[in-house]
């Protein structure tokens, strides 16, 4: 059992498609497994895969609950909670950096996974003040659909130019930096979600 003071946060961000949700689940299974008590939460405007739970694109799951403010997870968290996982940090308020720290100073341990830059390849708030204030960060890479090298983009293929648009093969794909532009572009031809590394 943590103490007060001996929480932190790690940060998992990356591209779309680069396992970002996959290493998240990956990491509180494991926290189960060492018996600890979970809380998982996603924001409620993403419904892709599955309503309430946590999906990565290879559809792993993990039962979550859907909020629509950062500050609702102070209605939710139980007293024996351990390790709070949080999804699509993105699309969450600037306010989860504050309650990221509220929560790792009441001694929890603390993991959001989210997209670091936007389609237009700039930093994706509050992502980046997230990374600034963690102990851990870690990055994912996905795999360029146009070369094949790695990805770091996320490239826009249909949808207006408003910075947040949930979606997921429908909108978007992952390149590289010499395949991706700041703009929305036709898909890649051909292109197959299964043949990402996930």
Same mark, same amino acid.
């Given at each position: ?39 998982? +939460? ?49 699309? +969450? ?97 051909? +292109? ?7």
């Amino acid at each position: 059992m943590s103490e007060v003071g001996r929480g932190w946060i790690e940060i998992v961000v990356g591209s779309m498609f680069s396992g970002k949700t996959e290493e998240l689940i990956r990491r509180l299974r494991r926290a189960q497994l060492a018996r600890q008590k979970v809380q998982v +939460f996603k924001p409620i405007i993403d419904q892709r895969y599955h309503s309430t739970d946590v999906a990565s694109h290879d559809q792993n799951t993990m039962v979550a609950l859907p909020i629509s403010d950062i500050e609702n997870i102070w209605d939710h968290l139980a007293a024996d909670t351990r390790v709070v996982g949080i999804d699509e940090g993105q699309f +969450f308020s600037h306010e989860i950096v504050t309650v990221a720290q509220a929560l790792a100073e009441r001694g929890l341990r603390v993991i959001i996974a989210g997209l670091d830059m936007d389609w237009q390849g700039k930093p994706f708030e509050p992502m980046p003040s997230l990374m600034a204030i963690a102990e851990d960060v870690t990055k994912h890479h996905a795999v360029c659909v146009v070369c094949g090298h790695q990805a770091n983009y996320t490239q826009r293929t249909s949808g207006g130019d408003s910075q947040v648009l949930v979606g997921s093969d429908d909108a978007y794909e992952a390149r590289c930096r010499n395949h991706f532009v700041p703009k929305v572009d036709k898909k890649t031809e051909d +292109f197959s979600i299964q043949s990402l590394t996930l």
